[in-house]
């Protein structure tokens, strides 16, 4: 098969998806999805309420070969045709990482294919521009199970990170809350469900950090709001649970929403007169209905754009890290093949710049 531009196998283990994907960038910078595989880890998890990190890394072991074989034939390209290998290589659980991170390696080596080590964050910083063509500059919030964060994306690896969470990510506060009303996995559709039925006024839960100018995030304290109403409530009947979630899930999309008016202010002081506000909402929390349609009205007060990629494309997949290896390599990028693993790698660290050479 024959297809001009760059065709990448992307590789991603950091969390508890085992994923891979074929992707094209075509010269003129567009991107086409060939394949996309992934394999959620729920059930290997289920029974601890959350990712045991040491179970995830032996599933990923266990499955990610098959993974890459499917998504090779997929899009009907043997590995030896693709142009090159890209793979997370943190932030993440490290035993992971080191399983994706050492497969890609040993893919390039054997095929002598340059190797691109992807930043977990960068790929889902990029995918609006794999998905709609989105052009730089914008501002990303990425709320996933390990994320909440603003960062100004203004070109590859030209990242500002304007605020961050101060103690739980949110899709993690969703998992809690859903943990604590017995709900189960996937914890945070499972909060969203049972919403539907409860009323959002039911309590006045808190919406820490909001009269603050910060564009920071803190969801311990409302956490704990809702664990004291839950325990004060006890036994808690279904309507109880339904009333809780819906008014935790009004209290985020609250912060979410004011946290989100003031980043768009900075963003259009920030930037040159003219230049069009793009807000893209990254990573699982993305899903969230209520969360979505606050962001809608928020940027439609801003006159912003509000880009929500497709949903399996916002939680984590291969897709993302091809596309980012793609954006890499396009721009002289390649890594090597002694490329660490990172548990921590912020967007906003010195190694994400591409140097005048290209190389990282
Ligand atoms: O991006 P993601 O797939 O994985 C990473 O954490 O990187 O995000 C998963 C997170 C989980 O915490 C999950 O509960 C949350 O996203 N999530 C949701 C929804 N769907 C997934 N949270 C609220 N509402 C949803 N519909
Ligand atoms: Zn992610």
């Not at 992707?23 to 910078?29: A, L």
């Not at 809690?176 to 914890?187: E, S, T």
């Not at 808190?206 to 809702?226: C, H, N, Q």
């Not at 309507?239 to 980043?263: G, H, K, L, N, T």
Request: hydrophobic share 50%; with cysteine.
């Amino acid at each position: 098969m024959n297809i001009p531009g760059l065709t990448i196998l992307g590789i991603e283990t950091s969390c508890d998806e085992t994923a891979a994907a074929i992707v094209t960038r075509d010269p003129s910078g567009a991107g086409r999805i060939l394949s996309n595989i992934v394999r959620s880890q729920f059930a290997e998890h289920a029974a601890y309420g959350g990712v045991v990190p040491e179970l995830a890394a032996r599933a990923h072991v266990e499955h990610l070969d098959h993974i890459i074989a499917a998504a090779s034939r997929d899009a009907g390209i043997a590995l030896k045709d693709v142009d090159a290998i890209a793979a997370t290589a943190g932030p993440g659980l490290i035993g992971g990482v080191l399983v994706g991170l050492t497969t890609g390696k040993a893919i390039a080596a054997a095929f002598n294919k340059p190797f691109i080590a992807v930043n977990h964050l960068e790929a889902h910083a990029l995918t609006a521009r794999l998905t709609n063509g989105l052009a730089f500059p914008y501002l990303m919030l990425l709320v996933s199970g390990g994320h909440s964060q603003f960062v100004l994306v203004r070109g590859v690896g030209q990242y500002e990170r304007w605020g961050t969470t101060i103690d739980d990510a949110l899709g993690e506060a969703f998992d809690k809350v859903a943990k604590l009303l017995d709900l189960g996995v996937p914890g945070g559709p499972n909060v969203e469900k049972i919403a539907l039925k409860g009323n959002p006024k039911a309590f006045a839960f808190p919406r820490p950090l909001i009269k603050e100018a910060r564009l920071d995030f803190s969801f311990s304290g409302l956490k704990t709001a809702v664990r004291l109403a839950a325990e004060a409530r006890a036994p808690l009947t279904e309507q109880d649970v339904a009333d809780i979630a819906a008014s935790f899930q009004a209290s985020v999309a609250e912060i979410v929403a004011s946290r989100s008016r003031r980043a768009l202010h900075r963003l259009r002081d920030e930037l040159a007169p003219g230049v069009p506000l793009q807000l893209v909402v990254a990573g699982g929390v993305a899903a969230n209905r209520t969360i979505g349609a606050a962001l809608r009205e928020v940027a439609e007060a801003a006159g912003a754009t509000l880009v929500v990629p497709p949903i399996p494309l916002c939680t984590d997949n291969g897709a993302m890290v091809a596309w980012a290896g793609a954006e890499r390599l396009s721009l002289g990028a390649r890594s090597t093949l002694s490329a660490p693993a990172h548990a921590r790698w912020p967007l906003d660290s010195a190694d994400m710049a591409l140097s005048p050479a290209g190389a990282t």
